[in-house]
């Protein structure tokens, strides 16, 4: 017996009813958008948790170092799969719902097969890059930590194509419960072996990859039915996509070109040590993200069902009210932040970590430029417009790399915290102008049939 069963027959398992409870009368009177935006943001609490969790038990128990590889390694990650995000899950989340019953599965059968090449052939260059700091002597301490990150990457990013897959479908309570039983058995085994001083940022990379191994297969057995691969498509839908997805993919490069390059200069300049309390840094100003992303997650597939239900007009004014709501919730949780986060540092990383509080001030003002910009992008990707998404990024990051390159030797950690603040303001006002001038005409409102 199901608890939907339950649920929908109330004589079914139980003599009598039981009372609702007060969350169970609060749940109900939201509507539909109301209970996806709270899934939503619980589920992207628990993906963030995770990561952040993770973070501070490296850099707690290991030491500043060690954090550093670690989060160099995760930056080769992030570029891995937000080009999977780019090249698979975006195109689905767009394309994905014109498509009826097996026509659906056929696409998603196509999108799965796309993701396995993809993820494989990441996996074996990281393993070359592994291979090349071994016998090079260039940071060869790196080698065993992106070696271990080849044998994550499959399954690691498998969840979160299962995580985007069910967001694309609206279901989020499902995908929620997969990011919840990763968060368990990672931080779970994380316990173990801290508890017997294992931990490191090898082993670390270890229990993700157990994690994610048991959440991902499990997910991807049960969930067999819903995907149908035909070889003939697995070529034609990736021409398709392909079309749409370059510039999105290219946009993801040059985002996460931007966000790494703060710690690879910082490596380059400095020392691990120095990029590894960026890292704690900038992990603890990330506490913010569940939210903002959230919202996003809901967000791009809304999009796109409003441009092609009612058409530009009511996406200009779905993408007006987000703008609001995104810079609402990006300042007060700044401000928040601006009050606690020195006392989250010291507490989550140690004392060591201390005495970075204009570092701090700088990294939560550039999530508030980054929200600014955050809805008009979902509006010019649901406009089949990514290359103007791809060209607003570069010009911020041209601009924050270019800035970090020249202020580190004189600013240090500070250098690259300003050049984050002012490349994302540059991304986010190029973003806003462009989407506002795509819908400002009446006569492109009709919906394209």
Not at 4 to 19: I, R
Not at 160 to 188: E, P, V
Request: positive net charge; glycine residues 8%; proline residues 4%.
């Amino acid at each position: 017996m199901r608890l939907s069963d339950v649920q929908q027959n109330p004589e079914v398992g139980a003599s009598a009813p039981l009372p609702p409870t007060i969350t169970f009368r609060l749940w109900e009177r939201l509507d539909e958008a109301a209970r996806r935006t709270v899934l939503g943001v619980l589920d992207q609490a628990v993906v963030s948790g995770t990561r952040f969790l993770t973070t501070a038990m490296v850099g707690r128990l290991c030491g500043p170092h060690q954090l550093g590889n670690y989060s160099l390694a995760f930056s080769l990650f992030a570029l891995a799969a937000f080009t999977l995000e780019a090249a698979v899950s975006a195109p689905f989340t767009i394309y994905g719902h014109r498509l009826p019953g097996d026509e659906r599965r056929r696409f998603a059968g196509s999108s799965l097969a796309h993701f396995g090449i993809l993820a494989i052939g990441y996996a074996a260059l990281f393993a070359v890059v592994a291979v090349i700091l071994a016998r090079g002597g260039v940071r060869p301490e790196l080698a065993p930590v992106i070696g271990m990150l080849c044998v994550m990457l499959p399954v690691a990013c498998l969840v979160d194509f299962a995580r985007r897959y069910l967001i694309s479908h609206l279901q989020l309570s499902r995908a929620l419960l997969i990011d919840s039983t990763m968060m368990a058995l990672q931080l779970g085994s994380l316990a173990v072996l801290a508890s017997g001083g294992w931990l490191s940022a090898v082993t670390a990379y270890g229990c993700v990859t157990f994690a994610a191994a048991c959440t991902g297969f499990t997910w991807l057995f049960r969930s067999r039915g819903q995907f149908i691969v035909e070889r003939a498509r697995i070529l034609a839908d990736a021409a398709h996509n392909w079309k749409f997805s370059r510039w999105l993919m290219a946009a993801q490069v040059a985002f996460l070109a931007r966000n790494a390059a703060a710690l690879w200069l910082l490596a380059a300049f400095l020392d691990a040590s120095a990029t590894g309390t960026y890292a704690a840094c900038e992990t603890v100003i990330l506490m913010a993200n569940p939210i903002v992303l959230a919202f996003n997650n809901v967000l791009t597939p809304q999009a796109a069902r409003t441009l092609h239900n009612e058409g530009k007009v009511e996406l200009q004014r779905l993408i007006g009210k987000w703008t609001v709501l995104f810079l609402t919730a990006t300042g007060l949780l700044c401000a928040g932040l601006l009050v606690a986060v020195e006392p989250l540092l010291v507490t989550f990383f140690g004392s060591g970590y201390a005495g970075h509080q204009t570092v701090l001030m700088l990294m939560a003002l550039a999530i508030v430029a980054e929200g600014f910009g955050m809805a008009s992008a979902n509006g010019l990707w649901a406009l089949e417009r990514p290359r103007v998404n791809f060209v607003a990024i570069v010009l911020g990051s041209i601009t924050a790399i270019s800035l970090s390159i020249a202020l580190i030797p004189w600013l240090g950690l500070v250098g690259p915290a300003l050049g984050s603040v002012i490349g994302r303001m540059v991304t986010s006002s190029a973003m806003v102008v462009a989407f506002l001038r795509l819908t400002r005409h009446p006569q492109d409102a009709e919906v394209s049939t």
